[in-house]
């Protein structure tokens, strides 16, 4: 029977990945001065199960070098060797070889063996040099090639059972092997005396008279294992199951579809009339309700803790503050905070980027702490919450804070409009410009000037929004709003004009009709609303979506907006309804249009844009501000 | 009805290649993922062989054996080691567990059936 090991990959690939990150978990949090054996037992037990599968399905490179690494594991486990912050170094660096080759299993791609064989040595070379031969020499224990070998044991009495060794555990003879198979037999085994009082013994070898082996009477009986398809195994015992996430994704979708399904019959089930309407009314109600729980329930089947992501951070942090000579602490908080897998992934690039500036830029180096009545070591602050809608994430440091008169002056220098009045949050966000870099000197981990407009960039990718707050001397944050999902939100539908658009419900603060005497002309800042002593820029969406046609400037609704710092209020011709709708990118099907951040299928089957609010009030804030 | 097999190893992808190769082979499976879970399983039903892992978390190979061993169902049992070491130690180590024999890892679907038809003839 040919089996095709291939099936098994994926799960030896996920499990391996999950061990290098337990390796690499262990390693960082790991006191090296005083390790625990519960830690050096759990390193050795990942390097050990990635060495096992990666030996049974064939990636003996892989193989190969973590049972360099096993072995020398177990001897710093057994205390024979030590366990150094230079050794834990190293070893985090084979993790990440050890990524590297997985990866490279995955692809069914070569890896340099010049390279690979470089590493082997490294880590052989690591310890004492003694362990690199952990495979005994061949003994007369052994079969051929001591793959297999029964013990048996002689039987002093048939009933009571086996397990009982009469002669001590010495070394026996070796039984011929097929093929690396052998058996043991003590020298002293006894033959088996009572098949029928329930244990049999297996034919000895053949030319082999000595083998005794001892095994149920039912084996006996059965000469065979039986063909027959066997029922299908229980589960094993794992509360959860591994499931790949395109299959999720094609769930999200059909759901997505059932949204706009039920938004439709919801639309026309308002259009019925007669004795059957209530009732038709009161299961488009339940059916929307149902919707709305299985979308969630389905949502959340992507939903994953954050901490995949700051898990990396340790390590991170660890290096550059090593490289730069910055005692640097990170601080993890609320790593439980789920959020959806897409935006996960593409969280770790721009929080990597903020996590590396606060090191290099924000946190000063141990001198200049002391000097400024500082503790030396700097704090990283890695923070994740749920606030409503949003998911916020923080990224602060205790270090010196943003220099207001350098951003100006690079600012200046690059040719930004710029102002001596300008508030702190507008200075701030000068550093978002493409090209700005206010670091003194580049190095090579930060201070190119390609970053920081790439990471709002990505944020804004995923539908958030990223806030700076400052105070010199005490430090910065970098805040990231995130919508939950990127799939659906719940919006507001407007009209303007002949048109619908979509609001997003989390920027809408309130909607309002103002009074004739509520909004005013100023002279080159176009109008404005007062509200409640507020002045508030009133954006008259008419106008800034370039719409034609009939519109009646009479029939004014302002709709309420908070964008990052600054409010607004847009300028609509009626209000429509609140909807959860499914947000369908208008990049991937048309291309990116300014002010809009994607599309989506109204009940009644037309297609209404979902306006980027953050976009649109940013946009006429710098309008007016120029 | 195909014999009963229990296979207790911590690694989910070596657990699915035995599971499934003596699946095809007719034989009738059952995993655990830790010496104590496969405890479990075991005093809740009777199997005709057991292949264990050594190196296990909560519970290793050579303690669910010995453990096995004090059950009275177990007595005589085979119960087979899958071990990556095959050093002298390790065997003795098992011998005295009551282990009734050992297959390194890596080992192939071959050779694993080869070896079952040798305990459970």
């Known amino acids: 029977m040919s089996i095709d ?86 070893l985090l660096q084979a993790v990440d070889y050890l990524r590297l080759l997985l990866q490279c299993c995955r692809d069914s791609c070569e890896p340099d063996e010049a390279e690979y064989q470089g590493m082997l040595q490294r880590f052989e070379q690591l310890g004492s040099g003694a362990w690199a031969t952990s495979t005994p020499p061949a003994t007369a224990l052994e079969s051929e090639d001591g793959s297999f070998g029964l013990f048996a044991a002689p039987l002093t009495e048939a009933d009571e059972g ?148 700051f898990n990396r951070f340790p390590r991170v942090v660890r290096d550059l503050s090593h490289k730069l000579g910055k005692g640097v602490e990170l601080v993890i908080q609320g790593e439980g905070t789920e959020l959806d897998r897409g935006l996960i992934e593409k969280l770790v690039d721009p929080l990597t980027h903020l996590v590396r500036n606060s090191i290099d830029h924000g946190i000063e180096s141990p001198e200049k702490r002391r000097a400024a009545g500082k503790p030396e070591r700097g704090t990283v602050v890695l923070r994740a919450s749920q606030q409503g809608g949003n998911i916020v994430v923080e990224v602060s440091d205790d270090g010196a804070g943003l220099n207001r008169e350098r951003i100006l002056a690079k600012a200046l220098e690059n040719g930004l409009p710029v102002n001596e009045a300008m508030a702190d949050a507008d200075v701030w966000q000068m550093i978002f410009a493409p090209g700005f870099s206010t670091a003194a000197e580049v190095t090579d981990v930060s201070g190119r000037g390609v970053g920081m407009d790439v990471v ?89 979506l370039g719409l034609r046609g009939v519109h009646d400037p009479a029939t004014r609704i302002l709709l309420l907006v908070q964008a990052g710092e600054h409010k607004a209020a847009l300028q609509v011709d009626d209000l429509l309804g609140q909807h959860q709708v499914v947000i369908k990118s208008l990049e991937s099907n048309y291309r990116r249009v300014p002010g809009v951040s994607g599309a989506t299928v109204m009940g009644d089957g037309r297609v209404a844009l979902i306006l980027d609010v953050a976009d649109i009030v940013h946009a006429s804030h710098t309008a007016q501000a120029a | 009805m195909g014999k009963k097999i229990l296979i207790v190893d911590d690694s989910v992808s070596i657990r699915q290649m035995v599971s499934f190769t003596l699946k095809s082979a007719g034989f009738e499976t059952d995993e655990a993922g830790d010496g104590k879970a496969a405890l479990e399983k075991a005093k809740g039903k009777s199997f005709d062989l057991v292949f264990t892992d050594q190196n296990m978390p909560v519970m290793d190979g050579l303690t669910l054996i010995r453990s096995l061993r004090g059950l009275p169902s177990y007595k005589s049992t085979p119960i087979l080691m899958l071990t990556t070491e095959a050093g002298d130690d390790m065997k003795n180590k098992g011998r005295e567990a009551g282990a009734t024999g050992w297959l390194v890892k890596p080992f192939d679907p071959q050779k694993l059936l080869q070896v079952v038809s040798k305990v459970l003839v």
């Open chain 1, 456 to 544: 709002k960039r990505n944020i804004a990718d995923l539908g958030g929004r990223i806030e700076i707050s400052s105070v010199a001397g005490q430090g910065a944050s970098f805040i990231i709003r995130l919508p939950l999902t990127l799939a659906i939100l719940d919006g507001m539908s407007v009209a303007v004009g002949q048109e619908v658009f979509i609001i997003p419900l989390t920027y809408i603060l309130e909607s309002l009709q103002p009074g004739p005497g509520d909004i005013r002309r100023v002279a080159g800042k176009g109008e404005v609303v007062h509200v409640r002593g507020d002045y508030l820029p009133l954006i008259p969406l008419f106008d800034v």
């Open chain 1, 5 to 90: 090991l291939a099936q098994f990959f994926q799960t030896f690939f996920e499990e391996a990945t999950d061990h290098l990150a337990d390796m690499e978990r262990l390693l960082l949090h790991m006191d090296t001065a005083a390790p625990t054996a519960d830690e050096l037992d759990s390193v050795f037990r990942a390097a050990h199960s990635i060495k096992g599968g990666a030996g049974i399905f064939g990636f003996t490179r892989l193989s190969g070098l973590t049972h360099v690494l096993e072995s020398h594991l177990d001897l710093i486990r057994s205390g024979k060797a030590r366990m150094t912050e230079a050794i834990a170094d190293e």
């Open chain 1, 162 to 309: 086996f397990g009982f060794f009469a002669s001590p555990p010495a070394p026996a003879q070796v039984e011929e092997a097929i093929e690396g198979f052998g058996l043991f037999a003590p020298l002293d085994a006894a033959p088996p005396t009572a098949v029928d009082e329930g244990f049999g013994f297996f034919e000895p070898m053949p030319g082999k008279p000595l083998t005794a082996v001892v095994a149920p009477a039912e084996a006996v009986r059965a000469a065979a294992p039986a063909r027959e398809a066997g029922k299908p195994a229980p589960a094993p015992d794992a509360a959860s199951i591994r499931v790949s996430v395109e299959r999720v994704d094609q769930l999200i979708n059909l759901v997505g579809e059932l949204v706009i399904t039920q938004a439709m019959l919801a639309e026309t089930g308002q259009h019925v009339e007669g004795p059957v309407a209530e009732r038709l009314q009161n299961s488009l109600n339940l059916l929307e309700r149902n919707t709305r729980d299985l979308q969630e329930a389905v949502m959340s089947i992507r939903m994953l803790p954050i901490s995949f992501v």
